[in-house]
């Protein structure tokens, strides 16, 4: 049913995405789908990775852990943005695109007052992509 997973993840809140990475495992080990894992950075220094490439070997050093976690293929993809807080959703859109994937598992926070003025980015994934996304919370 699915054959390429694309997972969003910001590295440095890697723990709050423990339920959406399993979510991901355990459908790509049921349907033999392969998993991206997708992250978006600037390409100024950050806390994470001093320069794009630096963010690269770490996402890709994340991707193998969880492929090993979870017994299934795993890639990483980086895609630089000039503002990641603000090109966020669309740089998502883009990559899964990109990556033509055909599932998007994504982690999502519990909806707060803030959710009410500005979409999440989940939700507008949800809306624009032509993969099919699935939220999970937790």
Not at 23 to 44: E, N, Q, R, W
Not at 76 to 82: C, F, G, Q
Not at 95 to 118: F, G, Q, R
């Amino acid at each position: 049913m699915f054959k390429n997973i694309m997972v969003p993840v910001d590295l440095a809140h890697a723990g709050d995405l423990v339920r959406a990475l399993q979510c991901a495992g355990d459908l790509a080990k049921h349907y033999g789908a392969t998993i991206t894992y997708v992250g978006v950075t600037a390409s100024a220094p950050s806390a994470l990775a001093h320069n794009p490439n630096e963010y690269q070997a770490k996402l890709a050093e994340f991707a193998g852990a969880q492929g090993k976690a979870h017994g299934v293929t795993t890639s990483a993809h980086t895609v630089i943005s000039h503002d990641p807080t603000a090109d966020l959703d669309d740089a998502l859109l883009k990559a899964s695109k990109e990556l033509n994937a055909d599932l998007v598992v994504m982690a999502s926070h519990l909806p707060n007052l803030t959710d009410y003025i500005w979409p999440s980015n989940g939700g507008k994934v949800a809306a624009h992509a032509k993969a099919s996304v699935m939220v999970v919370r937790g």
